[in-house]
Nanobody, 123 residues
Framework: QVQLVESGGGLVQAGGSLRLSCTLS????????MGWFRQAPGKERDFVAV????????YYADSVKGRFSISRDNAKNTVYLQMNSLKPEDTAVYYC????????????????WGQGTQVTVSS
């Protein structure tokens, strides 16, 4: 059974930082592209960042470029999202997802999803 478990969310003031973690079980992480998405109340789920299976390729949404950094430790089957200079508009539930074929910015490409972790940025 494949599972993704996120952690690290919480409440932070604007300008602060948080680090999200996502651990994959039931699959070999190095075979999967791993993405982060987020969904704010009343809005659609949006792409945030993705990293290829090897970690050689990363890609970010324009809204987080220069502030967020995605990385992975395949020995631990874990992907991270370091979020710096947080803004109130970053407030959302953040979801980790695994793409067993490649890596993508599209929600439809992902086979497995975590339960989400809440990030709240106060002004």
């Amino acid at each position: 059974q494949v599972q993704l478990v996120e952690s690290g969310g919480g409440l932070v003031q604007a300008g602060g930082s948080l680090r999200l973690s996502c651990t994959l079980s039931g699959r070999t992480a190095s075979n999967c592209g791993m993405g982060w998405f987020r969904q704010a109340p009343g809005k659609e789920r949006d792409f945030v960042a993705v990293i290829s299976g090897s970690g050689a390729i990363t890609y970010y949404a324009d809204s987080v470029k220069g502030r967020f950094s995605i990385s992975r430790d395949n020995a631990k089957n874990t992907v991270y999202l370091q979020m710096n200079s947080l803004k109130p508009e970053d407030t959302a539930v953040y979801y980790c997802a695994a793409d067993s074929n490649s890596w993508s910015t599209k929600i439809s490409a992902y086979d497995y999803w975590g339960q989400g972790t809440q990030v709240t940025v106060s002004s």
